[in-house]
């Protein structure tokens, strides 16, 4: 399993010829496709030469103790090395999304439970926020429409990267896990008994994709426009501003009212057709696949409830991969990494985990 790693050293060294090229700067899109999978070889490449080299090591510190002890008391040391730079290129050799180093456009929904759910909706996309704000990523919120208590019937908002030379630390890499079901159990500012209420919101994550990846006819569209409207019903402008937009052959609806430009509703309407109708594809492509397949693309679940937020007892829990911590406050307000780790955590010991199989089943 290791040395298949050479083909990637191989083709990492493909790719620096074929960028070196001048002839290939001429068309960007191949530069930005080639400059893409050269960023994602870099650490398994190192990590390839790192293992190559503590593998050395080893053997010849072997040879050399055969007529000198010193050798042979550095093999404790050197072997331990080589282990940890086994187990990192083994991680890395692990099969990954290769939507990883993606920005994303994130949609909160508010679900059963009215206006404590839209409320609710409105916590989870601060907690959004404040976590990109956390990472350096820049926000923009491209359509929502509010409750009238504050709260967000649904929201949708794109999350882009500023710089991020590992693909792991973009925000498709550390986000995807969040789409599913969020419950919250508290007592409702509409509740006048006190008593706790349970009720949920959800969460879609999709990875943005440019108009070149995805190819969408006019023909295959419909548009309408309309005036926009805000909580209550209340008029926002007396222009037909609002634009929607229907997918005639996959029937997917995307409607944006924010902006005062007809223009720039439609724009982003389209940014985020596009992006529905990649994970569409992509969502198909994973129904097709081998159950050992789907388990190394997706292993975290995200269309059930995932997560459970207790005010009362300060609590978060997730329900796939088992975190439980006492620090829902600090959640809310954007340290959402532990959170997150524990789920990047499952999703990749069981991608390794059917690797091994798939290699022992060889």
Known sequence: ??????????????????????????????????????????????????????????????ELAVQDQGFAEELPALEAVQAAAEQTLRALLVPRDPDD???????????????????????????????AERRGWRTEVLDSTESDLGGYKDVRVSVKSRAVSDPADAPWARL???????????????????????SAAGVLVMPEVDDVEVTIEASDLKVDVYRSSGPGGQSVNTTDSAVRITHLPTGTVVSCQNEKSQLQNKESAMRVLRARLHQLAQNE?????????????RTVDRSERIRTYNFPENRIADHRTGYKAYNLDMVLDGDLDPIVQSAVDTDDAARLAALAQGSSGL
Not at 19 to 42: F, I, M, S, W
Not at 179 to 198: A, D, L, M, N, W
């Open 1 to 62: 399993m290791l040395e298949s790693a050479a083909t990637l050293v191989q083709e990492y060294a493909d790719l620096q010829a074929q960028l070196a090229e001048p002839a290939v700067h001429t068309d960007q899109g191949l530069v930005r496709k080639l400059n893409k999978r050269y960023a994602a070889l870099a650490p398994t490449v190192a990590a390839y030469h790192a293992w190559h080299a503590a593998r050395d090591d080893v053997a010849a510190a072997r």
């Open 101 to 131: 180093d993606r920005d994303i456009i994130l949609e909160v929904k508010a679900g059963e439970g009215g206006e404590e759910s839209a409320l609710f909706a409105g916590d989870l996309l601060r907690m959004y926020l404040r976590y």
């Open 176 to 198: 995807k896990y969040e789409g599913g079901v969020h419950r919250v159990q508290r007592v409702p500012v509409t509740e006048s008994q006190g008593r706790i209420h349970t």
């Open 285 to 297: 492509a994973d129904a097709v696949a081998s159950a050992q397949r789907r388990s190394q693309i």
